[in-house]
C-alpha cells in the first residue's frame, strides 16, 4: 500500500485547478439509473470512488465507459437491481442508487453499508422516506431488499437534512406518481447539481438548495450532456494548504459561493482572500490567529473540511475550539496528528485546540479520505519529514493530489 513522503517547510505557491465533485459526480451516476437512452458527463474526477461506482453499475449490467478525458458514458440498461456487499463495503455511498433503482424497476437489493470510520452513519432517514412514498424494505442476509407497487408523491419531512437521504428521495420522486415535498431538506450545492441534472433530462423539480423541495413526477426521463461542477471540498483543501504553509495559491474553478464560510473562516484567521469569477486566492505570511469553527450542515462551514482547518489551528496564536455537529467521531485522526506536536484535546464532539508555533515530521497513518488530506497538510507545514501512510483514503477523492501538490512546489512523493 502506497505511502506518501513529505519533506515540510515549503510554502505553496501558483495555480491549482480543482478537479469535478465527487460528491456529485457519483449522485450524477446513480441518477442515470433513471433515464432512458445513455447520459454523457464530463469534468469527472478519476479518483478511487468513482471507479467503484462505476463497477456497481457495470454489475447491474449497465454499459460505462470513463475516457482518458474526464467524460463519462452510461448506457443505463440494467440487467439486475442489485450492488453487492464488495462494492457497497469499498464505498458507502453506494447505497444511492436505491431510491433511483425503485423509480425505474419498482424493485432494489442493495447491501447494507456496515460500519464507518467516522461515526455510526445511519440509513434510517433514507428508509423512512421511500417507504412514505410506497415502498416495502425488508433486510435479508445483510441486504435492503425493497419493492414498490408504485411510489407515490407524499410529504417527506427530514429529521436532519441529510444530504443521502435528500438524494435518494429526490431521485426515487421524480419518477413516482403525484408531487412529493422534501422539508428540511439538505441544500448543498452538490444536492443543486443533482438536481439541475435531473430537470435537464426532464424532471420537475423545484427549490433545490432551498430547505423544501418540490418534485412533480414524470412518465419518463431522457439522456443529457452534463458537466459536473467543481469539488469545492478539493478547492478549499488546497486554500487551507496554501494558508498553513504560509504560501499564496490562486484555486481555479473554485466558486466562492461554495466556500462563503470557509473563506470567512480563513479571513477571521488572518488569510488575505481574492474571490474572482470561479477562482479564489489564498495567502498569509504569518501565523494564524485562533478562531472557533462550527462544523454544520450547509451553507455552515462543512463537515469534509473540519481536519484540514483543525491542522491549521492548531498553528494559530491562541486557542480555538472546532465543534463538530454533523458525524459523531470524526476525530480520529487527531490521535495521529497529535504525533507531530500538535496540541489537541477531544472533548465530546469539540476539538479544543492549544496552538503550538511548530509541526514536526513524523509516521502517521490516514484514518479516512478527509483526516488522510489533513495529515498531509500537517506534513507540508511540518519541520522534517512525515510519512503519510493508508493513501488509498485519500485516493478515494482527491485526483492527482501528489502531482497537484508538486507542481505547487510541495516535496512529496510516494513509495509503495
Ligand atoms: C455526504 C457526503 C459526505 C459529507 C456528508 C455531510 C457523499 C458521497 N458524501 O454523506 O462527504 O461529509 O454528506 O455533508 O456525498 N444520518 C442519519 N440518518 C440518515 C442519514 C444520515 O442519522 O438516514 C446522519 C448521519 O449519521 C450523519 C449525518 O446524518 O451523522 C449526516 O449524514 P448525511 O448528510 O446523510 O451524509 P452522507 O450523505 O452520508
Not at 452510461?74 to 433511483?100: F, T
Request: aromatic share 6%; proline share 4%.
Amino acid at each position: 500500500m502506497g505511502k506518501f513522503v513529505i519533506e515540510g517547510g515549503q510554502p505553496l505557491k501558483g495555480k491549482v485547478k480543482a478537479s469535478g465533485a465527487k460528491n456529485a459526480v457519483l449522485k450524477l451516476m446513480a441518477a442515470s439509473l433513471l433515464s432512458d437512452t445513455p447520459c454523457f458527463i464530463s469534468n469527472v474526477p478519476k479518483i478511487r470512488d468513482v471507479f467503484t461506482m462505476v463497477e456497481v453499475l457495470r454489475w447491474m449490467g449497465a454499459e460505462v465507459d470513463f475516457d482518458g478525458d474526464h467524460r463519462m458514458f452510461i448506457n443505463p440498461k440494467v440487467s439486475k437491481a442489485e450492488a453487492p456487499y464488495d462494492l457497497v463495503s469499498q464505498m458507502r455511498a453506494s447505497i444511492i442508487v436505491l431510491g433511483p433503482l425503485l423509480a425505474k424497476y419498482g424493485k432494489a437489493k442493495v447491501a447494507m453499508p456496515g460500519g464507518c470510520n467516522i461515526g455510526s452513519r445511519k440509513i434510517d432517514l433514507h428508509l423512512k422516506g421511500l417507504e412514505s412514498m410506497g415502498a416495502e424494505i425488508e433486510v435479508k442476509g445483510g441486504f435492503f431488499e425493497a419493492k414498490t407497487k408504485g411510489l407515490r408523491g407524499t410529504l417527506v419531512p427530514l429529521d436532519f437534512p441529510s444530504v443521502g437521504a435528500t438524494e435518494n428521495i429526490l431521485m426515487a420522486a421524480v419518477l413516482a406518481d403525484g408531487e412529493t415535498v422534501i422539508e428540511n431538506a439538505a441544500r448543498e450545492p452538490e444536492i443543486v447539481d443533482l438536481a439541475n441534472f435531473l430537470n435537464k433530462m426532464g424532471a420537475q423539480i423545484k427549490g433545490a438548495g432551498g430547505t423544501s423541495i418540490k418534485i412533480k413526477g414524470v412518465r419518463r426521463l431522457k439522456g443529457v450532456n452534463y458537466q459536473v461542477i467543481p469539488d469545492r471540498i478539493e478547492a478549499g483543501t488546497f486554500l487551507i494548504a496554501a494558508a498553513i504553509t504560509n504560501g499564496e495559491v490562486t484555486v481555479e474553478g473554485a466558486r466562492s459561493e461554495h466556500l462563503e464560510l470557509v473563506i470567512s473562516k480563513l479571513r477571521e484567521a488572518g488569510a488575505k482572500i481574492s474571490e474572482k469569477d470561479n477562482e479564489v486566492t489564498v495567502s498569509l505570511s504569518k501565523r494564524p490567529q485562533a478562531i472557533d469553527v462550527a462544523v454544520l450542515p450547509f451553507p455552515g462551514f462543512p463537515t469534509d473540511l473540519q481536519p484540514q482547518i483543525t491542522v491549521f489551528l492548531s498553528l494559530a496564536e491562541g486557542i480555538s475550539i472546532v465543534t463538530e455537529n454533523v458525524f459523531e467521531n470524526r476525530f480520529l485522526y487527531v490521535d495521529e496528528l497529535n504525533r507531530m506536536g500538535t496540541d489537541v484535546r477531544i472533548e465530546g464532539h469539540h476539538a479544543i485546540i492549544r496552538g503550538v508555533s511548530k509541526l514536526y515530521g513524523a509516521p502517521v497513518k490516514a484514518t479516512d479520505l478527509r483526516g488522510g488530506a489533513a495529515l498531509v497538510l500537517a506534513g507540508l507545514a511540518a519541520e522534517g519529514e512525515t510519512i503519510v501512510s493508508d493513501i488509498y483514503h485519500i485516493e478515494r477523492g482527491y485526483e492527482n493530489f501528489k502531482e497537484k501538490l508538486e507542481k505547487l512546489g510541495a516535496r512529496i512523493s510516494i513509495i509503495e
